[in-house]
């Protein structure tokens, strides 16, 4: 069977140069120009046919294609103004009979405004994307917080942030962004990407990171609440949480306090607690 064609590093450096794109630092924009990289991604993120997928930072396409070829809907989520303005006639140009199916939106994905994504009526089901290395864990945080109707996805970010949102607890780079993601989801590592496969080439390794939607910890805490005790609790990450909170507690004592009415060692750190541990030490504040 003959595939669809993609975009290769030939042609996307013929749309960037027709429409004076460059790509830019402040925008953490590196497209990719391997075909079989972005249906490999597709083909990880184990999308049904009839689900709509939210992709950030489409850039020029590269993706956008091949999720049309799998899915019935994607909504992407462009900051740039040329880059949204450029991929509807793209898809027009390469896939006419799909053109119906993709809605641009010219927005900042940090801050995502649900009422602002078409169709109406329909909600993503799915995040897959490449998304910008300097905003990569703000927007994928942003849209678990704000799209409770993404029910899984995959994402290719910097490795190192890959290794860090699905870090477990113990390991040495777990930290705030694998608490936070654990918070919605679980998370795993679902591959490396090497850096020949975009263009400009970055200067580190990208790996892909792919979730599953879950229900929240238990807790008579809010998110805010909760998220607020892990921030304290890693801002002082060698430290155990009964220094690391004391601010956040009001001291000290009162910190050791709320970890020991939470079940917890007030002399382990941080690094050692699951999303269900803050949980119960933010909810400890209540009682």
Request: aromatic share 4%.
């Amino acid at each position: 069977m003959t595939l669809p064609p993609l975009l290769g590093a030939v042609r996307i450096r013929e749309l960037a140069a027709q429409a004076g794109v460059r790509p830019t630092k402040t925008l953490g924009q590196h497209f990719v120009v391997d075909a079989n990289t972005v249906r490999r991604i597709v083909r990880t993120a184990e999308l049904g046919p009839a689900e709509q997928v939210l992709e950030v930072g489409p850039g020029l396409g590269s993706l956008t294609l091949a999720l049309l070829d799998a899915v019935d809907t994607v909504v992407a989520v462009e900051i740039d103004p040329v880059l949204a303005d450029l991929l509807p006639s793209t898809v027009a140009e390469l896939r006419p009979d799909a053109a119906a199916r993709l809605y641009v939106v010219r927005a900042d994905a940090v801050r995502l405004d649900p009422a602002l994504l078409p169709p109406a009526g329909a909600e993503p089901t799915a995040l897959v994307a490449n998304l910008p290395y300097n905003v990569a864990v703000p927007v994928l945080l942003v849209a678990l917080e704000r799209l409770p109707s993404l029910r899984h996805g995959l994402v290719m970010v910097q490795a190192e942030v890959a290794d860090r949102l699905a870090a477990p607890p113990g390991d040495k780079v777990y930290g705030t962004p694998s608490v936070k993601a654990a918070w919605y989801a679980q998370v795993r590592r679902a591959g490396a990407v090497p850096r020949s496969v975009f263009w400009p080439v970055p200067h580190v390794d990208s790996g892909l990171v792919a979730f599953t939607r879950r229900p929240a910890p238990v807790t008579a805490a809010s998110r805010a609440e909760v998220f607020a005790c892990i921030d304290a609790a890693f801002a002082q990450r060698r430290k155990t949480l009964r220094a690391a909170l004391a601010g956040w507690a009001g001291s000290a004592g009162r910190a050791e306090a709320l970890v020991r009415s939470a079940g917890l060692d007030p002399s382990a750190r941080g690094e050692q607690l699951t999303v269900a541990d803050f949980a119960a030490i933010a909810a400890a504040v209540r009682d």
